[in-house]
């Protein structure tokens, strides 16, 4: 009989043990979550504030940023003399990104004369925007950018990424008019 009683008050207390000690752990495991939970926004926040805006114009110094800026506003390139080929090709990937087709023109050379606006702007929409939105796209961070030939027509401009075992390039031929690097233009621009 003192078996059965030891039995019948051990029995609910070993039962209002677990209870308590299976709550609790719920409890833990809720409060782990909701800490987990917290841990994992504030990588997200940590990473979010890390990244960098991407912009063509990074490799720019100050001083080529304020001329840049006061090109933007008059669109002369004569704020550009000096600018080297490969930050030039930069400003011109810049401009097709936000679709600064003022800037285009004033950046593109033309052998011979120099169509308005009105008509450039016309076909560069037909035949060239959406190619120069590929090539910033694709090489958006790109590796190197660098006078691939020069000779005493001009010279090509080399940008280049990588891709993991891929790399790509692409060739922009510049030609320098009035002291002041411009891109050549596929003559279907021309017609």
């Not at 001009?154 to 002291?179: D, I, P, S």
Request: with cysteine; aromatic share 14%; hydrophobic share 35%.
């Amino acid at each position: 009989m003192k078996l059965s009683i030891s039995l019948f008050v051990t029995l609910p207390f070993l039962l209002m043990i677990t209870s308590c000690t299976h709550s609790n752990y719920i409890e833990q495991d809720e409060s782990k979550k909701e800490n987990f939970i917290d841990i994992e926004e504030e990588k997200v926040l940590i990473i979010d504030d890390s990244e960098e805006v991407f912009s063509y114009l990074t490799d720019l110094s100050e001083e080529e940023l304020q001329s840049y800026e006061l090109f933007t506003r008059e669109y002369d390139t004569n704020y550009l003399k000096g600018f080297s080929p490969e930050k030039t090709i930069l400003i011109y990937i810049h401009s097709a990104v936000i679709g600064d087709i003022e800037a285009i023109y004033s950046l593109a050379y033309f052998d011979g004369e120099l169509p308005g606006y009105d008509s450039f702007k016309e076909k560069y929409y037909e035949n060239l925007n959406i190619s120069n939105l590929e090539i910033a796209f694709d090489f958006r961070y790109y590796d190197s950018i660098k006078i691939k030939q020069e000779d005493s027509n001009g010279l090509l401009v080399e940008l280049m990424v990588n891709y993991g075992r891929l790399t790509a390039t692409t060739l922009m031929g510049l030609k320098k008019e009035n002291e002041t690097w411009k891109i050549e233009v596929p003559n279907l621009l021309q017609n």
